[in-house]
């Protein structure tokens, strides 16, 4: 019970200023109607149908006096004796509408969102012609049908309510099903039918609880429509007959007729009754709106933060010294070059709801004439924030200390950034300073054509003809690469690729020929092989543009490709700075010399240099376990598979795997590779029966997969585990992470109940360097590489003869990453599982893989060891794949982009 | 996927749950279908949504008995009302009624009303243009209140003037409309003269209309044929209270609609990128954040159309205003069902087609489906 009172006490707690107004005025408000309903006998001072007293009958319209303090109604009852009253009659009709449509709405929205197909169809489809409909209207039409129109006073609330509750059952619908469909796509759901759980436990279970969150809001929101609803029913003479019950709507009718005549007492009671009870419900379900969703993710981030110092095992001890760039020899000559931005001691700290959060400490670095300045970090270093605060585009509760000195694109004048008034900064950015943002998708208007958006610089800056501006961003789309700019200059960014859309982004950087560029993780949403050309366009926007470029980066192949020299950031602070080749040929710091040693590599590769001898084939059998499970049968065995996903309406569906054949031997580890598109994750859903397979075999551990359901399935399914790439969804919310773990012993018979495994569960985490605390925790409360870690345990819990692992890493950063990388070795060279291993980095890949196959538009074109496939490709899409991962080597890195630009002509 | 619709993300609890569901139709927004494939779709949808609101109305009413019965039961005797019932048909099976109820339909017959004898058809068209004014006129109303002062308060977000409109509107959504009528009505008309308490025109005004060869039944579009400045200024007077009542309480919603759209839209990746080449606070707004908002708030108050007309209902029978909803609040006290049943179809149909309306008209906006 306290428990159930805290949570519900959380939301006034939480809420602030102008919120907690609303939600105390609507807490008074709702408590004050249940309190008048339940007392209403009390505090009247009449039956709400009683016509006389002892004094004769009160007569009809009588003005407010003593002994009616707000006067008699036409019919001559008490007014305020009927208001009063007529809270009963709300809060009655309220609480039967809300259970039924409750009860009704929840389930068929959970069976239509869960099963899909026609039955949802056809739900889908009647909720929307009675929800577009006139929600009055239809209720009139169910009081007829219920109660002939005029009733007593169960009659008159049941018809009431249930005409209340049909209207609200498609809301109740919709809502649920739309939850449930969001719900359902989520990891963790995927997750427990990879474990084998029946449909009704993944209903119930994961399913259902993570629906309803929205509920209270909804139900709040519904009461309040249910009084209107209830009382525009009355108004129009579908109430409750008035000896029956005091009804709101029923006395408006009344007073209708007396308002023209000048009789406000009649009609002002039970409408301001009406207005207060709405509001005060209202009020209610508007804050726990506000406050229910956001503030507690932003909770959750916190507490992430509080457990990430776990993962690293590259805690510097102590705070990472300043390497002083003054001392630093190598860059003395590139000293006389002005700064064209110089930051100063520059601190960030952002107020949330627990205090003070310092994202920037003390930062001091510059960024030189035609220099291409690289900040890495891991996320949390600052790093972003850091470079946002050149434009000042931090979001409202961040505070800014120390300097941010901006030199002009005439190198004129030099201002501090974050002293400029509005006008000064909107001068400012775009023209002295551009930004390149990490999403471009998300960076383009959807609705206005490129060339438009291209021109809103130039019109913010310049006073140019149409024409003229037209000519400029034509100029400036071809000068990014991008072919025909006459005619693309009029197209929407949804007709263009990921790839062309950065190109585009850059160009609006460009188009006001600005001194500096700062690029936020300008690649990081695009393939490898878009990720080259975009990382060369850049390079061009120095070269033959002039401008210096702030680059922001996790990725050390891409800083050795682009950068001049780094700034290393970690937690805040600078750790180290130095020009790109010292940096990574001597780091001075411990934590940049751990950060480089994480980084997965290709690089010691060399051999793939023109005329060298070719590698010897190295025995990757690394992992190769001993004994038993080397022989027999593979474990997966794919012959012409073919996966399509349905077209829309008799459109033809999408091929996403094309014949494709792939052989995995017990106690195997395959690599599959390729770029977004290519088909790999499907493979590794329908080896998992996640996504059925549309043609060819599929054998998996013996048993024919396509077209297999239900018993076949269940048999197979304890001897795979899956690992998802996202650690954040594939464990359910809200189960502790013990209890996810323990799923599958459970669904499988192996243990009872989740405290029955118990054992087990500690084992298992053990196992992966956790311990039993851990498994007590949420999973929010658990960092990223934790609840990797725990997702590796789930998917080992059962010890599967096959576990696919879906990008496991590409979430994390490279020091966790490595940590994880490291573990699974381990497990795998202890438990001797075959793993199909999904990622779209080669050098991951590379790293744990005995053999590798590299997908192409839904076909393998090339397969191998890792000494082939990745040193000597013969494909030519797989040498281009290669060619354009960048090394983390900036000497390596120049001599391959040569090669490369070479190869282009 | 960043449209404007998943911009929406902030949820508005008091906006009808679809603007919280992004696809709510299937094969929606997505590219490659042409913008005639949608509209051919999309009109195909009216008639499964017509044909399921005709369906349940017509047995929902008869499972109260027959319609002759619900009127006159008690004013004829038995043996009259038999044969009543009978010369009506309505002692044959229920499916049999059902089927030639959908012949007559699809022919435009909507049968003969019981307690006036008036061909359903024509009650429609007499009082139709009624309610077509009202609620012209409250859309105006409301999209004047809407609009600017949703864009006003996004802007403004969370500071003291977003924290006013909020709360007005939120007054707004908890008044129900006949009372926020009644008390307009006791303060401009009943205690301050200086509005008309009812009606859509004086009498005076009505009785020039007579003269007119082709009335259209539309009390603006009559005056200004007339040319009679005073009855245009009569007519608009009639129309203030009616017009301000229900249009304030759509423009509430409309007002909680753009803001909540404007908000998801202004703090989107495409206005910071915008403001990050100089593009200033008015132009993000009235330029890079409006835009793609519109198409969800364009597709939302479709749906607000169905409030709307529960809305005049209740408007017109406050103000006797003589529509469609003064009428059915007049039949519903008769028990004329026939005339009831009448009603409520047309109104699912025009519900159904300004939504297919709107939908197009937002389709047309939003390039994705366009091109």
Redesign the interface.
């Given at each position: 019970m306290p428990r159930i009172l805290t949570r519900a006490l959380g939301p006034l707690r939480r809420s602030t200023g102008?919120q907690r107004g609303?939600l105390v005025t609507g807490l008074v408000l709702t408590a004050l109607l249940v309190l008048v309903a339940l007392f209403a006998p009390v505090l009247a001072p009449y039956g709400f149908n009683q016509l006389r007293d002892a004094g004769g009958p009160f007569g009809a319209q009588q003005h407010p006096s003593g002994s009616h303090l707000l006067g008699t109604t036409v019919g001559g009852y008490d007014v305020l004796s009927r208001t009063l009253f007529g809270a009963r009659t709300a809060v009655l009709v309220i609480v039967v509408a809300i259970v039924a449509s409750i009860l009704v709405g929840v389930a068929l929205g959970l069976v239509a969102g869960y099963f899909g197909g026609w039955l949802d169809?056809i739900l889908v489809?009647?909720a929307?012609?009675?929800?577009?409909?006139?929600?009055?209207?239809l209720a009139?039409?169910?009081s007829?049908?219920i109660s002939?129109?005029q009733s007593q006073l169960w009659g008159g609330i049941l018809a009431a309510a249930l005409s209340i509750t049909v209207v609200f059952v498609p809301?109740y619908l919709?809502?649920v099903r739309?939850e449930v469909l969001r719900v359902k796509t989520e990891a963790f759901v995927d997750a427990a039918r990879v474990i084998g759980s029946g449909d009704v436990r993944i209903m119930l279970r994961h399913v259902l609880r993570n629906s309803t969150r929205?509920l209270p809001?909804?139900v709040t929101?519904n009461a309040?429509e249910a009084i209107?609803t209830l009382?525009?029913l009355g108004?129009?003479?579908?109430g409750i007959e008035p000896t029956a019950a005091a009804e709101w709507?029923y006395d408006?009718n009344k007073?209708?007729a007396d308002?023209?005549?000048?009789i406000?007492w009649t009609?002002?009671p039970p409408?301001i009754a009406?207005?207060l009870a709405?509001?005060g419900i209202?009020?209610v379900?508007?804050s726990l709106?506000d406050l229910a969703d956001?503030r507690l993710r932003r909770r959750r981030g916190l507490r992430r933060t509080a457990g990430a110092a776990d993962d690293r095992a590259l805690e510097p001890d102590g705070v990472p010294r300043m390497t002083t760039t003054k001392s630093d020899p190598a860059r003395a000559g590139a000293d006389d070059a002005p700064a064209v931005v110089s930051i100063r001691d520059l601190s960030v700290s952002f107020a949330t709801d627990d205090g003070a959060v310092e994202a920037v400490r003390d930062v001091s670095l510059e960024v030189r004439q035609g220099e291409i300045l690289a900040v890495v970090g891991e996320s949390g270093s600052g790093k972003t924030v850091t470079a946002r605060s050149v434009?000042r585009?931090l979001p409202e509760n961040a505070t800014t200390r120390g300097a941010v000195v901006l030199r002009s694109r005439d190198r004129e004048r030099a201002y501090d950034v974050a002293s400029l008034d509005h006008a000064g900064l909107?001068?400012?950015?775009?023209?002295d300073v551009?930004?390149v943002?990490q999403?471009p998708?998300?960076?383009?208007?959807?609705?206005?054509?490129v060339g438009w958006?291209i021109e809103?610089?130039l019109?913010?800056?310049r006073r140019l003809s149409r024409t003229e501006r037209r000519a400029a961003a034509v100029d400036v789309l071809r000068r990014v690469g991008i072919p025909e700019p006459e005619v693309r200059v009029d197209?929407?960014p949804?007709?263009f690729s990921g790839g062309q859309k950065q190109r585009i982004?850059i160009a609006?950087?460009l188009?006001?020929d600005p001194g500096l560029i700062v690029a936020d993780e300008p690649t990081t949403a695009l393939d490898v092989t878009v990720q080259a050309e975009i990382l060369d366009l850049l390079r061009r926007c120095r070269d033959e543009f002039g401008a210096s470029v702030l680059l922001i980066t996790h990725n050390m192949g891409v800083v050795a490709d682009l950068a001049d020299r780094v700034v290393v950031m970690h937690d805040g602070r600078v750790v180290e700075q130095a020009p790109v080749r010292d940096l990574f040929r001597s780091p001075r710091e411990e934590y940049t010399r751990e950060l480089l040693a994480a980084v997965p590599s290709l690089e010691p590769v060399t051999s793939a240099r023109p005329g060298a001898p070719a590698a010897t084939p190295v025995p990757n059998s690394r992992h190769r376990p001993q004994g038993s499970q080397a022989q027999g049968q593979p474990a997966i065995e794919a012959r012409e598979l073919v996966v399509t996903y349905p077209g829309?309406?008799g459109?033809p569906g999408a091929t996403a795997v094309d014949h494709v054949d792939l052989t995995l031997a017990p106690g195997e580890v395959l690599g599959l590779v390729g770029e977004s598109g290519s088909g790999k994750t499907t493979i590794g859903r329908a080896i998992a029966g996640l996504t059925p397979a549309t043609g060819g075999s599929l054998r998996v551990l013996g048993t024919e997969v396509r077209g297999a359901r239900g018993r076949a399935l269940r048999a197979v399914r304890p001897r795979i585990g899956f690992v998802f790439q996202d650690p954040g969804t594939s464990f359910n919310p809200l189960l502790t992470v013990g209890d996810g773990v323990a799923e599958p012993l459970v669904v499988h018979g192996r243990a009872a109940n989740p405290a029955a495994a118990r054992d087990r569960v500690v084992e298992l985490l053990e196992s992966v360097h956790l311990t039993a605390e851990h498994a007590r925790r949420y999973p929010h409360e658990l960092s990223g590489g934790q609840r990797q870690r725990a997702s590796l345990a789930r998917a080992l819990a059962l010890e599967p003869d096959l576990v696919i692992a879906d990008e496991p890493t590409s979430a994390l950063d490279v020091s966790v990453q490595a940590r994880v990388l490291e573990l699974f070795a381990d497990l795998h060279a202890r438990l001797g599982f075959a793993c199909l291993f999904i990622s779209h980095d080669l050098a991951v890949v590379d790293q744990v893989a005995d053999r590798i196959a590299v997908l192409h538009r839904g076909r393998v074109v090339e397969e191998g060891s890792p000494a082939t496939v990745l040193r000597r490709p013969e494909d030519p899409y797989t040498q281009r794949l290669v060619a354009s991962v960048p090394v983390p080597d900036p000497v390596e890195q120049a001599r391959r982009r040569t090669e490369r630009l070479a190869a282009r002509g | 996927m960043t449209t404007p619709e998943v911009l929406a993300a902030e949820a508005d609890p008091l906006l009808p749950i679809s603007s919280a569901e992004p696809s709510a139709d299937p094969g929606r927004r997505r590219r490659g279908g042409g913008l005639a494939g949608y509209v051919l779709i999309r009109m195909l949808l009216i008639v499964p949504t017509v044909f399921i609101l005709v369906t349940l109305v017509f047995f929902l009413m008869r499972l109260t008995g027959d319609p002759i019965t619900a009127s006159l039961g008690g004013k004829l005797t038995p043996d009259q009302l038999a044969e009543r019932v009978h010369a009506a048909g309505y002692d044959r099976p229920v499916l049999v009624q059902y089927v030639e109820y959908l012949g007559d339909l699809l022919r435009g017959d909507l049968g003969t009303t019981i307690s006036d004898n008036q061909p359903v058809t024509h009650v429609l068209t007499q009082y139709g243009t009624a309610t077509l004014e009202l609620t012209f006129w409250a859309l105006v109303v409301a999209l004047a209140v809407g609009i600017p002062f949703g864009m006003l308060a996004a802007r403004h977000r969370d500071r003291w003037p977003d924290a006013v409109l909020r709360i007005l509107a939120i007054l707004g959504y908890a008044t129900p409309v006949f009372f926020a009528g009644m008390v307009l009505k006791l303060v401009f008309a009943v205690g301050l003269g200086w509005l008309p308490v009812a009606g859509r025109a004086s009498t005076s005004s009505e009785i020039a209309f007579t003269d007119l060869l082709h009335p259209s039944g539309i009390a603006i579009v009559d005056a200004i044929q007339l040319g009679d400045p005073s009855v245009i200024g009569d007519v608009l007077r009639h129309a203030v209270l009616p017009a301000l009542t229900l249009g304030l309480l759509t423009g509430g919603v409309f007002l909680r609609l753009v803001r909540t759209n404007m908000i998801g839209t202004l703090s989107s990746g495409y206005v910071e990128a915008a403001r990050s080449r100089g593009v200033g606070e008015r132009r993000l707004l009235r330029k890079h954040a409006y835009r793609p908002a519109l198409i969800p708030i364009i597709t939302v108050m479709g749906l607000q159309i169905a409030m709307l007309l529960g809305g005049a209902v209740l408007t017109e029978t406050t103000f006797e205003w003589k529509g469609l909803g003064f009428m059915l609040a007049q039949y519903l006290q008769a028990r004329d069902f026939v005339a009831v049943q009448g009603i409520v179809v047309l109104l699912a149909i025009v519900v159904a087609v300004t939504n297919f309306v709107v939908d197009v008209v937002a389709a047309l906006i939003d390039p994705r489906v366009r091109y």
């Open positions: 102008l609303m169809r489809v009647i929307d012609a009675i929800y577009a409909f006139p929600s009055l209207l009139i039409v169910l007829i049908v002939h129109g809301q919709r809502v739309a929205t809001v909804i929101l309040s209107l009382a525009g108004f129009l003479g579908f709507g408006l007073a209708l308002v023209t005549s000048g406000w009609a002002i409408g009406i207005v709405v509001l209202t009020l379900g508007e709106n956001p434009l585009l909107r001068q400012a950015r775009g023209t551009a930004m943002f999403e998708s998300a960076v383009l208007n959807p609705v206005y054509p958006q809103e610089g019109r913010a800056h197209h929407y949804h007709q982004v609006m950087a188009a006001l829309r309406l459109r | -």
